[in-house]
């Protein structure tokens, strides 16, 4: 924590750690991602601490880290679906038949578009989801094309490094909504 406390983003601001954004944002929602088996515990205990039941969404790429954080809030906080959970949605012809082998343990899907050549977010993924009433939310997309393509499949959020060209994307598709007064 001495070292995070010591960085600076652009040579200026400190690193704000989890605490800071949530007390700075109390409005906000986080998506925080389970990237070490040593953070499970601990966001377990803050989400308790802080009642932040409905503020955060979880997900690893780790099933055993998104399991063990499942056991330990008691299934009260969303979490993104799990590899296995993924495939079987990917796999599965129906929803239904998808649901019933992975259950409902999760609020959203976090994938890769593609993973190597085999394409994640197909229309079917998409379609299998929203009729399970699941989301869709992709990473990391940074190309306009890419992100025009997943949005016509009616993926739910994009994850991307390029917010700016995002914002394009949106604006074009008359999608953009501006705090300062809608579209």
Do not use: C
């Not at 088996?37 to 790429?61: K, M, N, Y």
């Not at 490094?161 to 949106?170: N, P």
Request: charge should be positive; proline fraction near 5%.
């Amino acid at each position: 924590m001495a070292e995070v406390r010591r960085a600076r983003i652009g040579g200026r601001e400190e690193v704000p750690t989890l605490v800071d954004l949530l007390d700075a944002f109390p409005a906000a929602r986080f998506n925080i991602d389970l990237k070490s088996d040593d953070a499970v515990a601990p966001l377990a205990t803050l989400v308790r601490e802080r009642d932040l039941w409905d503020r955060v969404l979880i997900g690893s790429f780790s099933r055993r880290r998104i399991r063990r954080f499942r056991a330990l809030t008691e299934g009260r906080v969303p979490t993104a679906a799990d590899p296995f959970e993924v495939l079987v949605y990917r796999l599965s012809p129906t929803a239904a038949i998808a649901k019933a082998i992975a259950g409902a343990r999760f609020a959203a899907f976090q994938v890769p578009h593609r993973r190597g050549r085999i394409t994640v977010v197909t229309p079917g993924l998409v379609r299998r989801a929203h009729a399970a009433g699941l989301q869709v939310h992709v990473w990391t997309i940074d190309d306009p094309a890419e992100m025009d393509d997943l949005l016509d499949r009616g993926v739910d959020g994009l994850f991307t490094d390029r917010t700016d060209l995002l914002k394009d994307v949106l604006q074009g598709r008359g999608q953009w909504w501006s705090a300062q007064g809608g579209n």
